[in-house]
């Protein structure tokens, strides 16, 4: 029963009605920008800054898990109801460590542990958790049972898991430099150990070979026997997993340092094998455009020995009176950052159509790849710049900074952001 004032109703016999009030939804903040695309809920969640989000329905309900940027913990929306998200649990982790990652499947949730640096509010002289990945039972979905921890001596960054005997780290271990690549085994979640590991040249400290930046941000995106690693510097990778003890690197495609920082030139990487493509992009870092240009575009991987760059995305315009600079000079980062990625969950949308992109100050950008050579912008949003800080980032401006996108498979797009809350949006277009 839906009722304006939003109440629930509970039948005592034939017609007994006890009635107890709700909170009212957030009210969605006015001054958003956008080209068919239009915001139906909003959640502030001031206490907690949510970050990457993963889904799980339960009982007709359906929850939303996010980590967040700086909040030390995890926590708990129910978004049901796309008009009224609610958060209902924040989860307390280990003080000045970083909880940047979470992911989910058959009833497990691998949460990311990470030393948090003076940038991102971490005290180099208090402690920090050396734990690399706790692992959360969700067999009660609101009230997680933490089951499993795995340690790596150096944290995790972004991590997967697909379900199954394996989760896929990007793991920062002593003695080498980056994450590296590393496949885990929790068939028996309480006892996670090893059972493979993935190093591009100059990674491991020692190598004769010069260090290239390389770096699995994360996650690998994993179909199959084929794992699809981002590699920051060392550019993006296709690799053989068909035997964890010895990862296969089959090919590569360098994108050098011709495109944003070095370190990250490959951020995030979404294959979609039946129509031979991968999406790549690179992570913007530095404020207002003080770097080199970053892309997001199509990789034909039709010959997974031979993968090629085959289109870019096209830069984001500026909103209708603002300056042409005006991405570069409003404050903050500009250029793509997160896909809609976790296409393993049955929640999440899989349209290999479409991508969905956050763009940091430029918003959310969604293109059309239906023509591989020739992708086409057909919507964006670009909410209010928020108007408290909640963390230390972007140093300068207080401008908005679009960080996650995740689309549900009714068609709601979820979008966090630093220094504000979740949007929830709809796209509107053909």
């Known amino acids: 029963m839906t009722v304006t004032n939003r ?8 017609l007994c009605f006890v009635l107890a009030p709700l909170a009212a939804a957030d009210p969605i903040p006015a001054g958003a920008r956008g ?5 139906i809920g909003y959640v502030d969640a001031p206490n907690a800054s949510p970050f990457k989000m993963t889904l799980l329905e339960s009982d007709g309900r359906w929850y939303m898990y996010t980590s967040n940027l700086f909040h030390r913990g995890w926590t708990i929306f129910d978004v049901t109801d796309p008009t009224d998200p609610t958060m209902v649990k924040f989860i307390d982790g280990p003080d000045n460590t970083g909880t940047w990652q979470v992911d989910l499947a058959d009833g497990l949730l691998i949460a990311s542990l990470d030393r948090l640096s003076e940038t991102w509010g971490g005290d180099p002289d208090q402690p920090y958790a050396t734990d690399a990945v706790w692992i959360w039972s969700l067999d009660d979905p609101l009230n997680p049972e933490h089951i499993g921890t795995f340690t790596t001596g150096g944290g ?15 793991a920062n271990l002593p003695g080498y430099r980056g994450e590296v690549y590393m496949i885990v085994d929790i068939s028996d979640p309480t006892n996670p150990r090893e059972v493979g590991r993935f190093a591009t040249e100059g990674m491991k400290e020692g190598d004769e070979a010069p260090y290239d930046l390389g770096r699995l941000h ?9 794992a699809f690693l981002p ?20 090919s590569r495609l360098d994108f050098g340092p011709l495109f944003g920082p070095t370190h990250l030139s490959v951020h995030t990487t979404t294959p979609y094998l039946e129509r031979d493509l991968a999406i790549v992009n690179s992570e913007a870092i530095a404020e207002e455009c003080n770097e080199a240009l970053n892309f997001a575009g199509l990789v034909d991987i039709a010959d997974l020995e031979a993968p090629r760059l085959i ?18 000079t409003h404050g903050g980062r500009f250029g793509p950052h997160n896909q809609n990625q976790l296409q393993h969950n049955p929640l999440v949308e899989n349209q290999t159509d479409r991508v969905y992109l956050t763009y940091f100050n430029a918003g959310l950008r969604i293109y059309d790849i239906s023509t591989p050579r020739n992708p086409q912008e057909v919507g964006w949003f670009v909410p209010p710049d928020p108007t408290v800080r909640r963390g230390p980032l972007p140093r300068g401006a207080l401008a908005l900074q679009s960080e996650d996108v995740l689309v549900d498979t009714r068609g709601n797009i979820f979008v966090s952001h630093k220094n504000q809350g979740i949007w929830v949006l709809r796209y509107t277009g053909d």
């Not at 080209?35 to 915001?39: D, H, L, R, V, Y």
């Not at 289109?311 to 570069?328: H, K, V, W």
């Open 7 to 14: 109440v629930w109703t509970v039948v005592v016999g034939v």
């Open 35 to 39: 080209e068919n695309i239009e915001a």
């Open 156 to 170: 995790t960054h972004r991590n997967a898991y697909f379900g199954g005997d394996y989760m896929h780290l990007a």
């Open 218 to 226: 994360g996650p690998a995106d994993v179909r199959g026997d084929l």
């Open 231 to 250: 590699m920051g510097g060392s550019g993006f990778i296709i690799a053989d997993i068909s035997d964890p003890a010895n990862i296969a690197e089959l």
């Open 311 to 328: 289109s870019a995305f096209p830069l984001p315009q500026p909103p209708a009176g603002e300056r042409p600079d005006y991405f570069c």
